[in-house]
């Protein structure tokens, strides 16, 4: 059975970094991708980058200055790295195996 | 970057009707390799997204056959035959042919 389990911090001050954790189980990070997916309250969906099954990563153009993401194939786990957070980056972040698998998101506001 | 454009934004549906949404992209979605990466999802609300059709037409497991979808290059069609109560929330058209991937902005389903 395939889960994917996001976690970090629900709150960040503004100027600060981001760190998320995507903890999967079910499959192998080196056979699938796993995707890192953003939604701020009551918006649309946003990609924002991707860590391949085969160790490429991949970013959102207009977050790749700020964004990391990278893996512990031992651990089953990929992280996101995002700095300099302004309170526009508030909202539920998702982590997904490719778009078919996905986790219930975690939400991280940005505010003082 | 490649531009989605999803129309209509919302729509209004009696149980029972048949109803599609557009995605229209900015360049060719067929990839070097043949394969065109255009996916659906549906995000109900207050739940992480599902994918519901995968490789513009191919239906993933578990999800019932009034969906389907159409199209090829540019253009993507997403048909419900018969919408029922569950059928509800917000529809995306996501690609995955180049990266960075991207989203079309969402179709809120919703009851007349």
């Known amino acids: 059975q395939v889960q994917l389990t996001e976690s970090g911090p629900g709150l960040v001050h503004p100027s600060e970094t981001l760190s998320l954790t995507c903890t999967v189980s079910?499959?192998?990070?080196?056979?699938?991708?796993v995707y890192w997916v953003r939604q701020p309250s009551g918006k649309g969906l946003e990609w924002m980058g991707r860590m391949r099954y085969n160790g490429d990563t991949s970013y959102n153009s207009a977050l790749k200055s700020r964004l990391s993401i990278s893996r512990d194939t031992s651990k089953n786990q990929v992280f996101l790295k995002m700095n300099s957070l302004q309170t526009d980056d508030t909202g539920t972040y998702y982590c997904?195996?490719?778009?078919?698998?996905w986790g219930q998101g975690v939400m991280v506001t940005v505010s003082s | 970057d490649v531009v989605l454009t999803q129309t209509p934004p919302t729509l209004s549906a009696t149980i029972g009707q048949s109803v599609s949404i557009s995605c229209r992209s900015s360049q060719s979605l067929l990839h070097s390799n043949g394969n065109t990466y255009l996916n659906w999802l549906l995000q109900r609300p207050g739940q992480p997204p599902q994918l519901l059709i995968y490789?513009?037409?191919r239906l993933e497991s578990g999800v019932p056959n009034r969906f389907s979808g159409s199209g090829s290059g540019t253009d993507f069609t997403l048909k419900i035959s018969g919408v029922e109560a569950e059928d509800l929330g917000v529809y995306y058209c996501v690609q995955s042919t180049h990266a960075p991937y991207t989203f079309g902005a969402g179709t809120k389903l919703e009851l007349k």
């Open positions: 997904a195996g490719s778009f078919d698998y």
């Open positions: 490789l513009v037409s």
């Open positions: 079910g499959f192998s990070l080196t056979g699938y991708s």
